[in-house]
């Protein structure tokens, strides 16, 4: 399933998730015209084994690795689904609030994938554990929101309307699949798909809305 828009319109404008779309848009052309890629994504992205927790340098790539993408699909698939679920987000929580969510599920992304490896020599970078927080806000806070979805079976494709609610568990899980999938073959240690990056921002961003930002939405409206 692929999201093409949600019937949950934004109540700001969303300036915050534009502007990060920009920053990444920006950087990967820096890294695309970079005259030594490997060079720029060595220097960038979060290689596991050169962390120091001891060394306040080596933590800056959590940061960075999450503003670097892996090639044209991965860049376009991340922007598109943060244009989708990001502009309900930052309208609940303001601006710098959705700021601070977004890197906050970006870290604990790239950390349960140091984690899961810390010896690894395989760069890890991309948004998608910070986007993967938003999907997981986005299922506490507006799990019937319906979303357009592109779905394939085989030769047959097809736009249906699901929740929010459907769509995120059903991503989730086969995340939560894939990962130990690739963990059991190996898959892991030898580079591809991040699984455990964007479980760990999943689970950061449903754990932060559902244990401190529902309840004080609630406390609010009250």
Known sequence: MFPIRD???SSRF??????????????????????DLDQFIAQYALLPATVNFLNPLTLVPFLTSMFLHGGWLHILSNMWFLWIFGDNIEAT?????FLMFYLFAGFAA????????????????????????????????????????????GYYVSRI?????????YWFITQLFSGVGSLAIGVAAQGGVAFFAHIGGFAAGWLL???FIKPRLKWQIA
């Open 161 to 169: 309307n699901v929740s929010a609610q459907i769509m995120l568990i």
């Open 110 to 153: 790239s950390l349960l994938q140091f984690f899961i490896d810390p010896t690894s020599v395989i760069p890890v970078l991309g948004a998608s554990g910070a986007i993967a927080g938003v999907l997981g806000g986005y299922l506490v806070l507006f799990p019937r929101a319906q979303i357009e979805t592109l779905v394939t079976l």
């Open 7 to 9: 019937h949950h319109p």
């Open 209 to 211: 809305t559902q244990l």
């Open 14 to 35: 969303p300036l915050v998730t534009i502007l990060i779309i920009t920053i990444n848009c920006f950087i990967f052309f820096l890294e695309m015209t970079a005259p």
């Open 93 to 97: 929580l303001g601006s710098i609030g």
